[in-house]
T-cell receptor, first 113, second 112 residues
Framework: KQEVTQIPAALSVPEGENLVLNCSFT??????LQWFRQDPGKGLTSLLL?????REQTSGRLNASLDKSSGRSTLYIAASQPGDSATYLC????????????FGTGTKLQVIP | DTGVSQNPRHKITKRGQNVTFRCDPI?????LYWYRQTLGQGPEFLTY????????KSRLLSDRFSAERPKGSFSTLEIQRTEQGDSAMYLC???FGEGEAFFGQGTRLTVV
């Protein structure tokens, strides 16, 4: 059974800092990994999708890396802004057979102006 | 296409009542997923459709829960005889094959 862990559970940083969010998973047989953002009481917004054959993906100030063999992914946020404050979730899609997405419990980020 | 749409956005119901939620996926997406999220937790998988076929159900989906996707387009999730423990955000997502999953805004259920 796939288990996804995100550390830290919460993070508070001053505006302008670069930061890294971590995601680890127990079963390396994955199809892809996706990072989401969730604002309080809202649904999920997809940020980046990394296929299992890829090492990283970039979108604007966001960069996500994937090391499948070690079961780890990181989300790097450059020059953080107060608008980045949200909960960040990583989700792993398994490979083989019927596929579902397993989520981590998220990292709650607060960027202080 | 404006993305995945879920209705209603909020539902308050009395314990023991039945509720039904609807999800309209992105039109060309053949896969549709239902998740449940409680406060402070990540979403938990409930069930998954490929076209109209329900291919997987979580053990979280008790006999009181049923989901359908009759024509391979929209889907409904029904909860019968609701309990207070059913209070959660119910999220729907869709994808084309194993591609990127897009989520709706969710339906927040409160059972009183």
């Amino acid at each position: 059974k796939q288990e996804v862990t995100q550390i830290p559970a919460a993070l508070s940083v001053p505006e302008g800092e670069n930061l890294v969010l971590n995601c680890s998973f127990t079963d390396s047989a994955i199809y892809n990994l996706q990072w989401f953002r969730q604002d309080p009481g809202k649904g999920l917004t997809s940020l980046l999708l990394i296929q299992s054959s890829q090492r990283e993906q970039t979108s604007g100030r966001l960069n996500a890396s994937l090391d499948k063999s070690s079961g780890r992914s990181t989300l790097y946020i450059a020059a953080s802004q107060p608008g980045d404050s949200a909960t960040y979730l990583c989700a792993v899609r398994g490979s083989g057979g019927y596929q579902k997405v397993t989520f981590g419990t998220g990292t709650k980020l607060q960027v202080i102006p | 296409d404006t993305g995945v749409s879920q209705n209603p956005r909020h539902k308050i119901t009395k314990r023991g009542q039945n509720v039904t939620f609807r999800c309209d996926p992105i039109s060309e997406h053949n896969r549709l997923y239902w998740y449940r999220q409680t406060l402070g937790q990540g979403p938990e998988f409930l069930t998954y459709f490929q076209n109209e076929a329900q291919l997987e159900k979580s053990r979280l989906l008790s006999d009181r829960f049923s989901a359908e996707r009759p024509k391979g387009s929209f889907s409904t999730l029904e909860i019968q005889r609701t309990e207070q423990g059913d209070s959660a955000m119910y999220l729907c997502a869709s994808s084309f094959g194993e591609g990127e999953a897009f989520f709706g805004q969710g339906t927040r259920l409160t059972v009183v």
